[in-house]
């Protein structure tokens, strides 16, 4: 198995934190996280297996400036991967959201990745369910699923080290076959 490269863009921190977190439960199969305002579209597409995770800011909009980040992230970063080949790429997601803040619009922000990632030709792992969660409404939703794995920081992080466990067992098998 190649190293899994893992992405993710953050404004406050909690998205690195579970980046760092998945990082080290896979230990040498994956190298450390990166935030994609430090990243190159090139650094990403030298991996066959990706993890890339986003948290979801303002009007389910994903981090990045207009949306009153602090720094440049996936709103900047996921133009320039438009004209990407991600072909034979397998790609899993995470995101994190605030299920009683923001219930109309739960980790929306995932859907602009999985969207972009899919039109680019890659396999998309790691469908999580719903059943947990209490939410009103979610774009992140396919399939009566979530298009990858949802940490909800604020009102569930004790669920935080479960999920992921319970989440890599279900990708570990195709990111290794990448």
Known sequence: MGKIGIFFGS??????????TIAKK???D????VNVNKATVDDLLKYDAL?????TLGDGELP???????AESWEEFLPQLKAADMSGKV????GLGDQEGYGHEFVDALIFIYDQVIENGATVVGAWPTDGYSFEASKAVVDDE?????IDHDNQSD???ERIDAWLEIVKPALAAA
Do not use: E, W
């Open 51 to 55: 993890i890339l995770g986003t948290p």
């Open 91 to 94: 790609v899993a997601l995470f």
């Open 159 to 161: 669920l935080t080290d």
């Open 146 to 150: 979530f298009v990858g794995l949802v």
């Open 26 to 28: 896979l230990g040498d």
């Open 64 to 70: 990045g400036l207009s949306s009153g980040g602090s």
């Open 11 to 20: 404004d406050t921190g909690n998205t690195r934190r579970v980046a760092k």
């Open 30 to 33: 994956a190298d450390a996280p």
